[in-house]
């Protein structure tokens, strides 16, 4: 191979020329030195040309009229041109026009001659870079020599230019991208980084970008994430299709989660061949954390108005609290109803040993944070639980479970009063941060909202199955109780007994003690029932004064439901105290049994009704078991009470007179006027019969003021006839003495018959009296004022004051019949008579025995000096033309 250097060439022409001379002169005697020299020179251009076909870069030499003197193989193959093309002696626009036709000139030939001209022109030496038109880059150096022609090397750096490129671009680029904040990287198509600015190597814990290159997500996240992130990119790889705006969640380096907007898309190649692809990731926690707290807040108000379980509300509270922040641990404790304790409410991440341990604690000045925020009504922060005074009682229940600070807002309603507390807990000991402060004022306000909305609910959901008074279940929950009790009872063959309880006097003291000492009598009587029955049974409320009691899971034996009835009925017989009152209320009770007295609810329900009206009927104050013909005796009950309702109307009623006898003079001085109800089918009616129904359903007025108006009336028809003088008495129920308009009703009774006030009595019990003594004193003094006499009618069957009765301007006691009936035999009958009168005697009031029968009653009454009496020994009620008649006989046998 050829290889020439320009020095050896220029030596080589110099030796050639020598040669010349020396073959003119002495050609003979030179030629031996001549073939020697030859040859030692051929060595040397051999030695020469391997030389300079050695070096990397092409080499030329060129004489003053541009012809090359030689080059090197490097040169020819630079330039693409046949190495024997490129002879000594050959122009420079001959190799131009080779090099234009190999495709390996940087422009036209004309123009490549006039550039390398005036590159030659210059005395110094001149490099510069050219590239070819086949695209690649060539740096020639050339050196002008002082005779004018030039040696030029020439060396192909398409390579280097193009990493020259790369490493410059990336220089700019690196620095660029790691202004941005965002995450920006280059992965290849094994997801290994080629690129990664600053923000990325900084939150992956490295302090250059330039350590992230050649590692992959293996080496960043833990495995699930990596590998979650490498197959979304080796899809990406092999799909070609962009990732957009991807919201991922990543855990940096410091131990803080962030969730990133990430776009990805493919890098290609000129050839179009992905070769890897390039990201971007924006930090959106903050925008996410905003979006999260406002689904999660909608999400909980909505929880709350789909009356989902408060617990429910509340752990999702905390959670949405819990996943806004880093390291805390959050709790809602609730007021108890007492006002003075908390309970668990919510914590799904604090240790349940502990949140078990504090349940129930008492709010306190010095109660942890918590406690403490609830009776200070005011945010508690405790930094440092093991040094803060208020945790002096709790630390070491905290102890075991690392909480070193925490801090307490009180939860309120809407009007201020506490509900709970909202807490948070950090293992660090630390106040908390803005925006913990800021999810305090959210969470306290969302927890309140669910909890008032619970408590509201809890109480329209109570007063829809309560009884706001007394608090016991009312009638709605009567069914679902009675129907679980049967359903029970069916399957383990128990009873089930359905007890129908009404408070025998109720009315009388709600009408006459007014409806705030009935009140207090209800709940009494409710209370004593529910301390009488085991927490399964109910008692019931089902309006006025009656109640229902279900008696859950009963052995089959009358005998021992009787015995629970009894020991109810003697729990509500006890004394209730009302202000100044000692009352003795009774009620009635009718019992049924499942499976005996009824299969259903309704049936059972209805037979225990029957008997309860049975146990009225027989005086209340007892307990009656149902018996089938109960049924028929209460319908005929319902009629009758129905047909009252019209009798009235009808001019059913009639008074019968009992006249009342001077017991010295045997004189006739008064009148009793009792009611008898003339039914057009049934026959004379007792009073005994229906007043108590007229005094329940309020009937009684209307025919109580019908009853004065013709009593007065007939006393006054007497009168006028030419009897003598005599008083009616006329009973006065308690409902009417309650009546605020009785005395205008009695003036207009008078008014309407002409009769003087002197000639009417009205008869009123000792226990309507006594359930209000000072209204009962102040209306008797008005009728007194009027010129009415009052009598205590029933006097000695209880609630006796005798130190009140000193008061009561009244004008006659009248001994009740039951005292008189036996008064021959019975020696505490005589007692009580005896002292009715002598009491009397000492009151200057009259005394009348009532029901007086038999000889032996009156010498009895005689002997004990009572003034009157009055009874079937005189005469039995009669109507008033038997009572003039009467009258006229006594004044002729008189
Ligand atoms: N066994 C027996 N009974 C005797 C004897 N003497 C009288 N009686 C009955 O005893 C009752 C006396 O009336 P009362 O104690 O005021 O008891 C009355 C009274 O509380 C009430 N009553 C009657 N009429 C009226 C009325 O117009 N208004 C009101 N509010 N109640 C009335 O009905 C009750 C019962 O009235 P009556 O059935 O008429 O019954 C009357 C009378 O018939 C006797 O010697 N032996």
Not at 607 to 627: C, I, P, S, T
Not at 791 to 797: E, L, P, V
Request: proline share 4%; hydrophobic share 40%; glycine share 6%.
């Amino acid at each position: 191979m050829v290889a020439k250097s320009p020095k050896r060439a220029v030596e080589t022409a110099d030796h050639l020329a020598t040669l010349s001379k020396l073959a003119v002169t002495a050609y003979g005697d030179m030629e031996r030195e001549l073939k020697a020299t030859i040859n030692d020179l051929k060595a040397q251009v051999r030695l020469f040309e391997t030389a300079i076909d050695n070096i990397s870069q092409g080499v030329c030499f060129f004489d003053a009229n541009e012809r090359m003197i030689l080059c090197n193989c490097r040169y020819a193959e630079i330039y693409r041109i046949a190495l024997d093309r490129l002879q000594p002696g050959i122009t420079l626009a001959d190799i131009v026009e080779l090099r234009l036709a190999a495709g390996t000139s940087p422009m036209t030939g004309d123009a490549y001659l006039a550039f390398a001209r005036s590159v030659n022109s210059n005395k110094n030496s001149t490099t510069w870079t050219t590239e070819l038109k086949d695209g690649r880059t060539i740096q020639v150096m050339h050196r002008p020599m002082p005779d004018g022609g030039w040696i030029a090397t020439h060396e192909d750096i398409t390579e280097l230019a193009a990493s020259r490129v790369m490493v410059n671009e990336r220089v700019s680029l690196q620095a660029l991208i790691d202004w941005i904040p965002d995450y920006l990287w280059v992965k290849d198509t094994e997801s290994r980084f080629l690129v990664a600015n600053k923000a990325l190597a900084a939150d992956h814990g490295r302090h250059e970008a330039s350590e992230m290159i050649g590692l992959n997500d293996f080496d960043l996240h833990a495995p699930e994430l990596a590998r979650q992130f490498r197959a979304c990119e080796q899809d990406l790889v092999r799909s070609g299709q962009p990732m957009l705006d991807k919201e991922e969640f990543i855990v940096d380096a410091s131990g803080n989660g962030k969730w990133l907007s990430s776009t990805k898309v493919p890098l290609k190649n000129d050839q179009n061949e992905i070769v890897g692809l390039v990201g971007i990731a924006h930090d959106i926690t903050q925008r996410k954390l905003a979006d999260d707290l406002r689904s999660g807040q909608a999400q909980i108000l909505e929880m709350i108005a789909m009356r989902a379980p408060l617990e429910d509300v509340l752990e999702r509270l905390v959670r949405l609290i819990e996943s806004q922040l880093t390291g805390i641990s959050s709790s809602v404790l609730l007021l108890d109803a007492d006002g003075i304790h908390l309970r668990h409410g919510a914590a799904p991440s604090l240790a349940k040993e502990y949140t078990d341990a504090i349940d129930g604690i008492r709010i306190g000045p010095n109660v942890g944070s918590c406690g403490t925020a609830a009776f200070r009504r005011e945010p508690v922060i405790v930094t440092d639980i093991m040094s803060d005074p208020l945790w002096e009682d709790y630390r070491e229940l905290v102890r075991p479970y690392g909480y070193r600070s925490c801090w307490s807002t009180p939860i309120l309603s809407h009007t201020g009063s506490v509900l709970g507390a909202f807490a948070m807990y950090s293992k660090a000991v630390r106040e908390p941060s803005k925006v913990e402060i800021e999810l305090f004022d959210f969470s306290v306000r969302i927890a309140g909202i669910a909890i008032e909305r619970k408590l509201a609910e809890d109480r329209i959901h109570f007063m829809a199955n309560h009884d706001t008074l007394t608090g016991l279940p009312n009638r709605a929950l009567l069914g679902d109780r009675l129907s679980q009790a049967i359903l029970y009872a069916k399957r383990y063959g128990r009873w089930v007994s359905v007890v129908f309880v009404d408070a025998d006097n109720f009315k009388l003291v709600n009408d006459t003690l007014g409806h705030d000492a009935g009140d207090v009598l209800l709940k009494t009587v409710a209370s004593r029932m529910v301390n009488c029955v085991r927490s399964t049974d109910t008692v019931v409320r089902l309006g006025g004064d009656e109640f229902v009691i279900v008696l859950f899971d009963q052995t089959p034996d009358v005998e021992f439901i009787t015995a629970t009835v009894q020991k109810i009925r003697a729990a509500v017989a006890e004394p209730v105290h009302l202000g100044k009152h000692n009352l003795r209320t009774t009620a009635s009770f009718g019992v049924a049994n499942y499976p005996g007295d009824g299969a259903t609810a309704d049936t059972l329900l209805a037979n225990a009704d029957a008997a309860m009206y049975r146990a009225k009927e027989l005086g209340r104050d007892n307990v009656q078991f149902y018996a089938p013909e109960l049924n028929s005796k209460n319908q005929e009950k319902f009629l009758l009470q129905e047909e009252l309702r019209n009798a009235l109307a009808r001019g059913e009623f009639v008074l019968l007179y009992q006249p009342q006898v001077d017991l010295r003079s045997g004189r006739v001085f008064a009148v009793e006027a009792l009611i008898r109800w003339q039914h057009p089918t049934l026959g004379l009616i007792s009073p005994m019969k229906f007043i108590p129904m007229a005094e329940e359903s309020g009937l009684i007025v209307p025919i109580g003021d019908w009853v004065l108006h013709e009593a007065c009336r007939q006393n006054k028809a007497w009168q006028d006839a030419g009897l003598p003088p005599m008083m009616v008495c006329v009973n006065v129920s308690a409902r009417q003495f309650k009546e605020p308009n009785l005395i205008s009703r009695v003036v207009n009774a008078l008014k309407d018959s002409g009769l003087e006030a002197q000639y009417l009595e009205l008869e009123v019990t000792e226990s309507l009296i006594m359930q209000d003594v000072d209204m009962a004193v102040a209306m008797m003094n008005e009728l007194q004022g009027l010129g009415v006499r009052i009598s205590i009618d029933d006097f000695g069957t209880g609630y006796s004051s005798l130190s009140a009765l000193k008061t009561f301007p009244v004008a006659r006691l009248k001994i009740d019949k039951s005292f008189i009936n036996d008064l021959a035999t019975d020696k505490n009958d005589q007692a009580v008579a005896s002292a009715v009168i002598s009491l009397g005697q000492k009151l200057h009031l009259r005394v009348i025995a009532e029901g007086v029968e038999t000889d032996d009653q009156v010498e009895f009454l005689r002997r004990n000096n009572c003034d009157e009496m009055q009874g079937y020994h005189f005469s039995k009620p009669i109507s008033a033309e038997n009572i003039a008649e009467l009258i006229d006989k006594v004044r002729g046998s008189g």
